[in-house]
């Protein structure tokens, strides 16, 4: 069904990486179950990002996917995109992002710089 890569330590570059740190993008996006398909309870799959899904409540971790599976789909999918005139020659990452009343805190960057 699934199986979630960790950021590769090597693609931390200035070239084809992102910038001085780890692409995070690998480790930063949902698989959401809306109609109960997949599980029967329906719930949301997420990478192995262990400041989320080991800091979030229904949350288990599965090392044949290498990843968590809660049991819940509140989670949102955050788009963020430069609109300054010049958006297509420079990124405008990383972003940090904190659950507000919740205990984690993460950096997300893209998947890939170029």
């Known amino acids: 069904m699934a199986y979630f890569e960790q950021p590769l330590q090597s693609e931390a570059s200035w070239f084809g990486g992102c910038g001085n740190m780890v692409c995070t ?7 959401q179950d809306h109609t109960n398909t997949i599980f029967p309870q329906g719930g949301t799959l997420l990478p192995n990002n262990t400041q ?12 044949y996917f290498n990843g968590y599976y809660c049991i819940r789909n ?6 963020y995109e430069s ?17 507000d009343g919740g205990s984690w ?5 893209g998947f890939k710089e170029w």
Do not use: Q
Not at 54 to 61: D, E
Not at 74 to 79: P, R, W
Not at 83 to 99: C, E, G, Q, T
């Open 25 to 31: 993008g690998k480790i930063n996006f949902i698989i």
């Open 74 to 79: 509140d989670f949102a999918v955050l788009e």
């Open 52 to 63: 989320i899904g080991a800091n979030t409540p229904s949350c288990t971790y599965n090392s």
């Open 83 to 99: 609109i300054a005139p010049d958006y297509n020659k420079r990124i405008m990452w990383p972003v940090s992002l904190n659950y």
């Open 105 to 109: 805190t993460t950096l997300t960057n």
